[in-house]
Structures are given as structure tokens and as C-alpha cells.
């Protein structure tokens, strides 16, 4: 039932045991691309994402990703396709397992969530209506899109990222163990709270009850939501709840200075300066710049490293930036002091 206290609108999902049986955690790569792409659109100089937002914005602007499909199809506020965030496979699905939905999405449903966003929006694109038109053929391009956009905002912080929503998952699954659903839920956030076998999130807009909608839940931390959460509802899928993950404002804050001495002793000092100063994703030539090393042999080092698997390289535009991986990130901690 969905109920109004002072001109919010609550929604209300009555669970049975069947659907807390089926409610099981995720980490969506989709997730992040549509709520931190919406973020870089919105040119808000966001407190907490600001460093990264510096960062991504003009590499953004610099491929015309504020031009292309993704522009059109999330808009500033409101309705997101529902087709743009199939249900997660497992509890970490990749991004290119999370494509492989969004292309397998049936022409009808795609120009349903079109019609919707139309309506809601007022108008349609170009870009939309040629989806709309033809979406086999469109959601190729879309896909294209979505993988350039992730290489150059957020694959190389990915390791980062996912360590938060990692670590908030670990920490709602102990809660489910020690204080059962109703302390899982009641802790969420304060727009969501458990009460007499439903869960109701307090939200602007009216939403189904849960006589009409997919069984389970889906629970999603998330970096890029924002101060609520967000809810996709298509039946016959479990609803997704995406939320803001615990430990978001440290995210981006600067690590502790590593004991370089000590893993110097075992990757050389020139590999352990590059690792130390990729605590923002940079490119071979800001790399020389900051070291003083040349660019052959920051080249030459950053291949040492991406073979042991410390680092990872993404393609921005004509660019590569060149990012510390989680096991890089394992190892400098443990010598941080």
C-alpha cells in the first residue's frame, strides 16, 4: 500500500518468508555508471566526490559522453530506463555480464521505458528515438557507450570503489546475522524502515505495493546515489533498492603514507614511487612529470607492475591512465604505519 505523511509519498513492500528467503546483496557496475554519470551531468561540485568529479569531468566532456546516448537516456532527475539496470546476475556481476542484459533486453520493453521516460520527461532525443526505432540495432551502440565510459571514470578507480561497497556488504551481512532483518533494515538509511513485516521507503513519488511486484529483494550499496536511495521496481524481477554505502566520505580521502623502505626492499624504489603516486590514476607522461623518471622508464616499470598485477590500464581518449589494483592497494596498506 503506499500511504502520505506531510506530503511524502511512502512505499510499501509487504515481505513473506519466501521473500526474505530470496533477498540476497549485489554490487552493480550498472548501478554506478547511471547515479555517477547523472553526478558528472549535473556539474555540482559535489562535496563528497569532488577530487573524482575534477578528475573524470573534463575526460568526460573530451570524449562528447555529455553528447552521446547516455546524455539522452539519464536524465538530471527523474526516470532511468529500467533496461539500463538488468537485474545482477550474482553478487558481483561484471560489467560486460551486466551488458550482456541491457543487450538482451525485448524491443517491447525498451520502448516502454522510452515511452515512459518520454512522458516524464516531455520529449525524447534523438539519439532516443532512433533506440527507440530500432532498439536491437541502437542498444549495440548504447553498450559501445556505456564500456567508454567506464574505462575513463571509473574502471581505474574501480578497485577503490569496490572495496567500500565490498566492506558495506560484509557489514550488513554480520548485522543480518546478530540483530536479524528488522536491525538490517531499520539501519539502512533513514528513509527506510521495518515495521509490522513490511518494509517501507518514504519517497516523492507513488510506487506499487508489493501485491505487484517481483518477489525477494535486491540490495545494492552504492558510492554515486546521493543522499537517498533509489528503487527500480519492474515486475516480474525482485525489486532493486540501491543505497548509499557506508564509509562513502573517506572515500576518495588521501591514504596513509606507505613504509616506502620496506616494500622498496622488495619492488625496487622506482616501482614503489609509480604504485605511491598513483593514489589517483594518472598517465605515463604525468607520471614522468611527477617523478622525474623518464618515459621509457616509467613505461618500462608500469609493464613490470601490470604483469604482477599491481596496476591496470584504461584507455582515455588517446590517453592510457595507468591505476593501482586492489591487490596494490593490499600491499601498500599493509606497510602503511
Do not use: C
Amino acid at each position: 500500500m503506499n500511504e502520505s505523511r506531510q506530503g511524502v509519498r511512502v512505499m510499501e513492500l509487504a515481505f513473506s518468508a519466501s521473500d526474505l528467503a530470496r533477498m540476497r546483496f549485489a554490487v552493480s557496475p550498472m548501478w554506478e555508471v547511471g547515479t555517477s554519470f547523472k553526478l558528472l551531468a549535473s556539474g555540482v561540485a559535489d562535496p563528497v566526490h569532488r577530487r573524482w568529479t575534477e578528475q573524470v569531468r573534463p575526460r568526460a566532456t573530451a570524449a562528447g559522453l555529455d553528447r552521446g546516448w547516455l546524455a539522452e537516456l539519464i536524465p538530471l532527475s527523474g526516470y532511468v530506463p529500467d533496461f539500463l539496470n538488468p537485474e545482477p546476475a550474482g553478487r558481483a556481476p561484471t560489467l560486460a555480464e551486466e551488458l550482456a542484459g541491457i543487450l538482451a533486453a525485448p524491443a517491447d520493453r525498451v520502448r516502454q521505458d522510452l515511452d515512459r521516460l518520454e512522458r516524464e520527461q516531455g520529449r525524447l532525443g534523438p539519439k532516443s528515438r532512433s533506440l527507440y526505432a530500432d532498439p536491437q540495432a541502437r542498444l549495440v551502440r548504447v553498450a559501445e557507450e556505456v564500456e567508454t565510459y567506464w574505462e575513463l571514470a571509473l574502471a581505474p578507480y574501480w578497485a577503490r570503489i569496490s572495496s567500500v561497497l565490498d566492506a558495506d556488504i560484509f557489514h550488513r551481512s554480520r548485522q543480518v546475522a546478530e540483530q536479524g532483518t528488522e536491525g538490517l533494515f531499520n539501519d539502512l538509511h533513514p528513509a527506510v524502515s521495518w515495521d509490522d513485516n513490511a518494509l517501507r521507503l518514504a519517497r516523492r513519488a507513488g510506487a506499487p505495493s508489493r501485491k505487484v511486484v517481483g518477489a525477494g529483494l535486491l540490495l545494492i550499496p552504492s558510492a554515486f546515489t546521493g543522499p537517498s536511495p533509489l528503487i527500480r521496481v519492474t515486475p516480474p524481477e525482485p525489486p532493486q533498492l540501491a543505497y548509499p554505502a557506508r564509509g562513502i566520505g573517506a572515500l576518495w580521502g588521501t591514504r596513509p603514507v606507505t613504509r616506502t623502505d620496506a616494500v622498496a626492499a622488495v619492488l625496487g624504489r622506482s616501482r614503489t614511487r609509480l604504485l605511491t603516486e598513483l593514489e589517483a590514476p594518472a598517465s605515463t607522461t604525468e607520471l614522468a612529470r611527477r617523478t622525474g623518471l623518464s618515459a621509457a622508464g616509467v613505461s618500462q616499470n608500469l609493464t613490470a607492475l601490470r604483469d604482477a598485477g599491481l596496476v591496470s590500464a584504461h584507455r582515455a581518449g588517446r590517453s592510457v591512465l595507468y591505476a593501482r589494483t586492489t591487490t596494490a592497494e593490499s600491499l601498500l596498506a599493509a606497510a602503511a604505519p
